[in-house]
């Protein structure tokens, strides 16, 4: 039976191979992932379009064929945020935080864009307690900021290495930790994905 | 007398009240020996500080030694209800360990191993 709500880690930064993707749908239940490509290494097998989404770093395209390209590629142009809210974001779909610091000028500025803001696990993976405890709440926070601003707020491994990765279950669990619904949290993921294959973005050129 | 009996005499509230555990099993990618010592160490540290010295101690985690089970694998038991505790601190441990999917028995958890060992093969290459 078709799953309806599908499990999405949109950031793992490890080698593709069709072991690792199977092994992270048999074990860890994961359905879709995002993934970077070098140069040309693109999946171009159509029954992998649904599975696999292509992370572009901003910057990297120069034409504006983003969404469903000629090539058949599904691509997410992400950008990171480190703090400084003067550096442009325009025509990126994913924002991956890594300093809350003006984030909220940022949600501010980009409001309607439909765009997702990503946190990673795994840059607090090695961190110390405190500073988990910290990122659970900030977590929180980010999450009801989007829902204020029109954001999809993303959770994502951000894994480097296998032990990096992260299950459905554990998925769950940090979202529990931070009292954000799972299933609201899957359904709205998916839905915005959804919208983002169908090229029902708005992508300001200016 | 307080408690409901059976008609053989032993008390139902014990079967009522029984205490449900779950094995949560990790993968050691690097098993030198000491990793073994220092993972239990920090991962009990981790559950610690996270969750509190109560939950950790209600929790009830410890180490199951399984026959045929190689030393690669590591199978903590914990109490049903603190599970979600027992994964996050598994997951936030400083070594590099992959969680399998916990099972509520023995046999299923070496099935799952089983299974890991076909799926995982490039892991444990590597």
Same mark, same amino acid.
């Given at each position: 039976m078709k799953k309806l709500v599908k499990v999405i880690d949109l950031n793992i930064n490890l080698f593709y191979s069709e072991k690792l993707i199977n092994f992270l749908k048999t074990f860890f239940g994961i359905d879709v992932f995002g993934m970077a490509f070098n140069g040309? #290494?693109?999946? #171009?097998?159509?029954?992998?379009k649904d599975v696999i989404v292509h992370r572009k770093r901003h910057g990297a395209v120069k034409s504006f064929d983003m969404g469903e390209s000629n090539s058949e590629h599904f691509f997410l142009i992400g950008s990171i945020f480190k703090?400084?809210?003067?550096e442009s974001h325009y025509n990126v779909d994913i924002l991956t935080v890594k300093?809350? #610091?003006n984030i909220k000028s940022i949600l501010k500025k980009y409001n309607g864009k439909n765009m997702g803001i990503e946190f990673l696990v795994s840059d607090i993976k090695y961190s110390d307690n405190r500073e988990i405890g910290k990122w659970f709440y900030n977590m929180k926070w980010i999450y009801e900021m989007c829902k204020k601003y029109n954001f999809q707020f993303i959770l994502s491994s951000g894994a480097n290495k296998y032990c990096e990765l992260i299950s459905l279950k554990v998925f769950n669990i940090l979202l529990k930790e931070s009292d954000i619904e799972n299933k609201k949290y899957w359904n709205d993921l998916n839905v915005w994905l959804e919208n983002k294959k169908r090229g029902g973005t708005f992508y300001d050129t200016n | 007398m307080f408690g409901w009996r059976t008609k053989k005499g032993a008390a139902l509230s014990t079967t009522l009240t029984k205490k449900k555990y779950r094995y949560a099993c990790v993968y050691l990618q690097n098993n030198d020996g000491s990793v073994y010592s220092r993972f239990m160490s920090d991962f009990y540290g981790r559950l610690i500080e996270l969750c509190g010295s109560i939950d950790f101690h209600k929790s009830n985690a410890r180490i199951v030694n399984v026959d045929a089970v190689s030393k690669k694998f590591l199978i903590v038991k914990c109490k049903l209800e603190y599970v979600d505790n027992v994964l996050l601190s598994m997951y936030f441990t400083n070594y590099p360990i992959i969680i399998l999917p916990i099972s509520g028995t023995i046999k299923q958890l070496k099935k799952r191993i089983q299974e890991f060992l076909v799926y995982g093969d490039f892991l444990t290459d590597s």
């Amino acid at each position: 039976m078709k799953k309806l709500v599908k499990v999405i880690d949109l950031n793992i930064n490890l080698f593709y191979s069709e072991k690792l993707i199977n092994f992270l749908k048999t074990f860890f239940g994961i359905d879709v992932f995002g993934m970077a490509f070098n140069g040309d #290494s693109y999946i #171009s097998d159509r029954q992998k379009k649904d599975v696999i989404v292509h992370r572009k770093r901003h910057g990297a395209v120069k034409s504006f064929d983003m969404g469903e390209s000629n090539s058949e590629h599904f691509f997410l142009i992400g950008s990171i945020f480190k703090g400084n809210a003067d550096e442009s974001h325009y025509n990126v779909d994913i924002l991956t935080v890594k300093n809350l #610091s003006n984030i909220k000028s940022i949600l501010k500025k980009y409001n309607g864009k439909n765009m997702g803001i990503e946190f990673l696990v795994s840059d607090i993976k090695y961190s110390d307690n405190r500073e988990i405890g910290k990122w659970f709440y900030n977590m929180k926070w980010i999450y009801e900021m989007c829902k204020k601003y029109n954001f999809q707020f993303i959770l994502s491994s951000g894994a480097n290495k296998y032990c990096e990765l992260i299950s459905l279950k554990v998925f769950n669990i940090l979202l529990k930790e931070s009292d954000i619904e799972n299933k609201k949290y899957w359904n709205d993921l998916n839905v915005w994905l959804e919208n983002k294959k169908r090229g029902g973005t708005f992508y300001d050129t200016n | 007398m307080f408690g409901w009996r059976t008609k053989k005499g032993a008390a139902l509230s014990t079967t009522l009240t029984k205490k449900k555990y779950r094995y949560a099993c990790v993968y050691l990618q690097n098993n030198d020996g000491s990793v073994y010592s220092r993972f239990m160490s920090d991962f009990y540290g981790r559950l610690i500080e996270l969750c509190g010295s109560i939950d950790f101690h209600k929790s009830n985690a410890r180490i199951v030694n399984v026959d045929a089970v190689s030393k690669k694998f590591l199978i903590v038991k914990c109490k049903l209800e603190y599970v979600d505790n027992v994964l996050l601190s598994m997951y936030f441990t400083n070594y590099p360990i992959i969680i399998l999917p916990i099972s509520g028995t023995i046999k299923q958890l070496k099935k799952r191993i089983q299974e890991f060992l076909v799926y995982g093969d490039f892991l444990t290459d590597s």
